[in-house]
């Protein structure tokens, strides 16, 4: 499908279609293709399983409405008339004639609560995405079984995309970084290392967790701090 739609996908990109893990976390490179494939994931649930409701949650209201114009590109190209058509449509959202819905949501708490039965939960530069919201959407699968990928760049080393990625079980992970990506020249890119120096460089092409810039103490000298035998103080547990 992603051939019809004009994109040769990566191997990374057709390894994500063809999965049928239940959750999955890619940490990707700048412009290594995450919300191309997001959309592609998207359109080919919404079409070939009827009456499915796919989510696509990103950090603000601007990237969700350029994740859901990608979108309507790669259904726009597939030009086909035999397949389900739109029959309700906005800047966020799809419905089809198969029953099938895609929604996207901007990263507000209170806008997101009230979907059940979902299907497939994407989120896009899910490091950005905060904390209380990835755990007001998780429920969300708990009846319908639905599958989640989280796509992202690092955000240091905090948040869920980060704790999932270091220590969740059952997930699914594989890493891309911007050597891998075949449209990323190699020449451009040891100069944007000299451009936007090391730290950035490490964090937006490497996908490294690297400390946030701003921070005192780094992550690995806090987390060595911790003692667990020792009793907390006025009896709090
Ligand atoms: N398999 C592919 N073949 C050809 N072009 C592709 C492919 N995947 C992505 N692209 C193109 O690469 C560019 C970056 O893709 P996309 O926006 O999906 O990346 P991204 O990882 O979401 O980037 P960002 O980090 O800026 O959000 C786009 O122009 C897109 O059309
Ligand atoms: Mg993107």
């Not at 019809?4 to 990566?10: C, Q, S, V």
């Not at 259904?75 to 397949?83: F, G, Q, S, V």
């Not at 009846?143 to 869920?160: D, E, M, N, Q, Y």
Request: negative net charge; charged residues 25%.
């Amino acid at each position: 499908m992603a051939r019809r739609a004009g994109i040769t996908p990566d191997a990374w990109q057709s390894d994500l279609l063809r999965s049928d893990a239940k959750q999955m976390i890619l940490l990707c490179s700048r412009q290594s293709g995450k919300s191309t494939v997001s959309s592609i994931l998207a359109i080919h649930e919404a079409i070939y399983q009827p009456d499915s409701l796919i989510l696509l949650l990103s950090p603000s209201l601007r990237q969700s409405q350029e994740l859901f114009r990608k979108l309507k590109d790669v259904y726009n190209e597939l030009d086909a008339p035999t397949l389900p058509q739109p029959i309700e449509e906005s800047a966020l959202r799809t419905e089809f004639d198969n029953g099938s819905r895609i929604i996207a949501l901007p990263g507000k708490e209170a806008t997101i609560r009230g979907f059940s039965g979902v299907d497939l939960l994407i989120i896009d530069e899910a490091s950005r995405v905060g904390d209380a919201l990835y755990q007001s959407v998780r429920p969300m699968l708990a009846v319908s079984g639905g599958r989640i990928i989280l796509l992202s760049t690092p955000f240091g080393k905090r948040g869920f995309f980060y704790n999932e990625w270091t220590d969740g079980e059952d997930w699914r992970k594989v890493k891309i970084t911007a050597d891998e990506c075949p449209r990323i020249d190699k020449e451009w890119l040891k100069r944007e290392r000299q451009m936007i120096g090391d730290w950035w460089y490490r964090q937006e092409y490497m996908c490294e967790f690297v400390e946030t810039t701003d921070s005192v103490f780094s992550y690995d000298d806090i987390q060595a701090a911790m003692d667990s035998t020792i009793e907390p103080l006025f009896g709090v547990s």
